[in-house]
């Protein structure tokens, strides 16, 4: 696949999961995956999950700005950097952000999710 049709793929499917159904990201990350959400690093699968799910609000909705990619290593891997706007509900401004996936190949042909960085872009 194309890796910049393979990036929209993940980037669709994975905002779309976090804005309805966080608990659902489960499948994309693994024991070894990082997520580093403000400068707080979390491993693991079931960590990173217990983090989402417990940030201090329930409903948001991402607007995608720009999506970038690159083909990372000789083992297939994809460096995907987003950026774009995170709309909280009940709020009326939204807040600028930035993110940052490492995806590794599976031995069923599909993508997880090894390093994840997430900051709000504060001006």
């Given at each position: 696949m194309d890796p910049d049709a393979l990036s929209k793929n993940f980037v669709d499917h994975y905002y779309s999961t976090f804005d309805t159904?966080?608990?659902g990201l489960a499948n994309?990350?693994?024991d070894s995956s990082m997520l580093t959400f403000e400068g707080q690093k979390t491993q693991g699968s079931l960590n990173i999950v217990t983090?989402?799910?417990s940030l201090p609000f329930q409903q948001c909705k991402h607007i995608i700005s720009t999506v970038d990619c690159q083909p990372s290593g000789p083992a297939g891997g994809m460096l995907v950097f987003v950026s774009g706007n995170l709309q909280l509900a009940g709020e009326q401004h939204a807040l600028k952000f930035s993110q940052m996936f490492h995806l590794l190949p599976?031995?069923?042909g599909s993508f997880y999710v090894q390093n994840d960085i997430f900051?709000?872009?504060?001006a």
């Amino acid at each position: 696949m194309d890796p910049d049709a393979l990036s929209k793929n993940f980037v669709d499917h994975y905002y779309s999961t976090f804005d309805t159904n966080r608990g659902g990201l489960a499948n994309l990350y693994q024991d070894s995956s990082m997520l580093t959400f403000e400068g707080q690093k979390t491993q693991g699968s079931l960590n990173i999950v217990t983090k989402l799910t417990s940030l201090p609000f329930q409903q948001c909705k991402h607007i995608i700005s720009t999506v970038d990619c690159q083909p990372s290593g000789p083992a297939g891997g994809m460096l995907v950097f987003v950026s774009g706007n995170l709309q909280l509900a009940g709020e009326q401004h939204a807040l600028k952000f930035s993110q940052m996936f490492h995806l590794l190949p599976t031995p069923q042909g599909s993508f997880y999710v090894q390093n994840d960085i997430f900051r709000l872009n504060y001006a």
